[in-house]
């Protein structure tokens, strides 16, 4: 009797604990997608994106090596060091929004 329920009960913790990691992991994510819009919206404080376009290299680098940082963090291997997990592609998007709203603004 008791020592099913405690199996349960770990059970139960892995699953948690498996699941605040794809969490953190989404929140991250997150986080990286809404900075493309900080990045976008402070260079173009004075003239719009029309204006300048994406002519920047180092700029362009950077949302290139941001992107893939983030991608090689959450896929590459060292997620357990980091206390993430691996999430599907559609964990991505909740920050697209958020950045939208950003750039918008």
């Given at each position: ?71 090689w963090l ?9 206390g993430t ?21």
């Amino acid at each position: 009797g008791k020592d099913v329920k405690q199996c349960q009960n770990i059970a139960s913790r892995m699953i948690q604990k498996k699941a605040l990691m794809h969490a953190q992991a989404a929140y991250w994510v997150s986080i990286v997608v809404v900075q493309w819009a900080d990045l976008l919206i402070c260079k173009t404080r004075w003239l719009s994106i029309r204006q300048q376009g994406l002519r920047n290299s180092i700029l362009n680098f950077g949302l290139f090596f941001e992107t893939l940082l983030a991608a090689w963090l959450c896929y590459g291997g060292i997620f357990e060091v980091l206390g993430t997990q691996p999430i599907r592609f559609t964990h991505w998007m909740p920050g697209i929004p958020w950045s939208m709203m950003i750039f918008m603004y």
